[in-house]
């Protein structure tokens, strides 16, 4: 392979292709058979994406779906294959860039990266970010979904079973107290903000007879923990900060306001002709909201820090 320039794209036989990447990547059985069916009817409309390992063998880091879709076909046997320049470690963060492109990779997917590139490459948090294109803090928070979590909640986020957003709120309690939260999350069929509150209750706890009641009776507990509304001027704030607090208050009770609607009645109230329409608008609030949730993640550790 050293007579392969990097940047130019030549065909590969599907024996030839390397998939030790692949453990960085859910398997997704649905995309893959659209995406037979789509190479049946086209062909191959881009080029997968390989890196050269020190033995000279290509190994894939985009172009898993590809690969599979290709190898339930006969009449498939070849890809067409573009070089990427790297080594190890660049390998990795192609893995995560080439697979952001077009579409959010999940954020499981991107702890197996981060954790790849801090635990096995030696990498420090921050030159993991650097890598990446991300803050420090964000490698922090998917390295816990893999290190904080119990085995039982990695296992359902791995499955789709559990949001990453649970995941967060549960890896704020020890292992022993996320199993029950989730058990009982799934018990009550509670809503994120509602873990979030049972989470803090538990942290707040002070004996195993609280944590039984909140377990247990987790919406009287939070009731009877509602605090009153805020006021519209804290006098231990700032101007800044009086402005902050009331639009998270606001935000805050939309926010709760739409995750009853899509938890509790959701989909099912929605004609076929709602979809063109509504598509756009809550494609924008998935992307803002990820964005602002990053954002005030940052700021509430930063506020944290002494």
């Known amino acids: 392979m050293d007579d392969w320039p990097v ?10 292709i390397g998939e030790r990447y ?8 649905e995309a893959e058979q659209a995406m037979a069916r789509s190479l049946r009817r086209y062909g191959q409309m881009s080029p997968v994406a390989v890196v050269i390992d020190e033995a000279g063998r290509p190994e894939l880091v985009d172009g898993f779906k590809r690969l599979t879709a290709c190898r339930s076909l006969p009449a498939h046997s070849t890809l067409s294959a573009r070089r990427l320049d790297g080594d190890e470690r660049s ?11 077009g579409r959010r990779t999940k954020e499981l997917e991107e702890a197996w990266i981060v954790q790849a590139l801090v635990r096995e490459d030696g990498l420090t948090q921050v030159e993991a970010g650097q890598l990446l294109g991300r803050h420090k803090s964000w490698v922090n928070r998917r390295l ?11 296992e359902d986020l791995r499955l789709g079973l559990l949001s990453p957003t649970t995941a967060r ?8 107290n996320q199993v029950e939260a989730l058990a009982s999350s799934r018990q009550h069929s509670l809503g994120t903000s509602e873990l979030r509150g049972v989470v803090d209750l538990i942290l707040g706890s002070s ?6 009641f909140v377990l247990e009776q987790p919406r009287e507990a939070l009731r009877q923990a509602k605090q009153l509304p ?6 231990r704030l700032s101007s800044a900060g009086n402005r902050l607090n009331r639009l998270l208050s606001q935000l805050l009770e939309q926010l709760s306001r739409m995750e009853t609607w899509l938890g509790r009645r959701g989909r099912a109230e929605l004609t076929l002709g709602d979809r063109a329409a509504l598509r756009p608008g809550l494609e924008r609030l998935a992307v803002d909201a990820r964005q602002v949730g990053e954002l005030a993640e940052d700021l509430a550790e930063e506020l944290g820090r002494p």
Request: hydrophobic fraction near 40%.
């Open 7 to 16: 940047g130019e794209v030549r065909p590969l036989g599907l024996e030839e």
């Open 22 to 29: 692949r453990r960085y990547r859910l398997s997704d059985a």
């Open 91 to 101: 390998a990795k963060a192609a893995i995560y860039g080439l697979n952001s492109v």
């Open 144 to 154: 816990a979904l893999l290190e904080k979590l119990a085995e039982e909640a990695k």
């Open 169 to 176: 709120e549960l890896v704020r309690l020890p292992a022993g």
């Open 207 to 212: 004996g195993r007879t609280q944590v039984k």
């Open 230 to 235: 805020t006021m519209s001027w804290d006098p």
